[in-house]
């Protein structure tokens, strides 16, 4: 994974505590609003997927970033490192629990390998159509990934965050695996990657509980997949 790989990630329409909603919607304002987080939540996972980056690069990239800048969730899972990984580094393995129910994600091009790019396309069930690259920069098999993500259109052109004018350009992905027990560990680390406004400071802060609940539906899909396996 420390190479190229695009990835698609796309976040289920949960909300952002991942319980259910006690709200039922009565007008097509409040529908509509839900559809807007949806789409947010969907698009924000496509930029998981961008460039892999070594350690010393990160050191340099990020050091004057505060901790209002960095995301991270962590998840056990019940399977060994090697496996773990796999599910991260193999591009259709890591399209299957990526994303919410009901998408489509597919890889384009694929090169993962430290310095490679991958570009992904994802169908949501809403009927949008994103695209998205994936830049790795470090690949330590069954142990670390690193690696940018942008959005883009089909032909790799750079584009801003479809859901906001105001997300990030580009975010800075580190992926820890560490065995713990009988289990994976797996943490994910998000930051923002190169220069930032500060009002795309701000949107970032203010988008961690919709990571935070679109990440937990994508892990957990993941350890349906690896119980399913067994």
Do not use: H
Not at 68 to 79: C, P, Q
Not at 159 to 172: G, N
């Amino acid at each position: 994974f420390c190479a190229k790989l695009n990835i698609c990630a796309s976040i289920s329409a949960t909300s952002p505590s991942c319980e259910p909603l006690a709200v039922i919607v009565t007008d097509d304002t409040a529908s509509n609003k839900r559809t807007t987080e949806m789409r947010k939540i969907i698009a924000i996972f496509g930029l998981t997927l961008l460039t892999l980056t070594s350690c010393n690069n990160n050191t340099t990239q990020t050091k004057n970033m505060n901790q209002n800048d960095i995301f991270e969730i962590s998840y056990a899972f019940k399977t060994d490192m090697k496996t773990a990984f796999e599910m991260w580094t193999n591009p259709d393995s890591f399209s299957s629990w990526l994303g919410p129910d009901g998408a489509e994600m597919t890889f384009l091009t694929t090169n993962v390998v430290e310095g490679g790019t991958s570009l992904w396309t994802m169908t949501t069930p809403d009927g949008l159509t994103k695209f998205g690259q994936i830049n790795f920069k470090t690949i330590k098999p069954n142990q670390l990934l690193v690696y940018t993500q942008n959005f883009c259109d089909k032909d790799g052109n750079f584009i801003k965050a479809p859901f906001s004018a105001t997300y990030p350009d580009s975010l800075l992905t580190t992926v820890n695996f560490s065995a713990e027990e009988n289990t994976t560990k797996v943490n994910v680390k998000w930051e923002i990657f190169g220069n930032a406004t500060e009002q795309e400071k701000q949107t970032f802060t203010g988008m961690k509980e919709i990571m935070k609940g679109g990440w937990t539906a994508s892990f957990e899909k993941l350890d349906n997949l690896l119980k399913q396996d067994k």
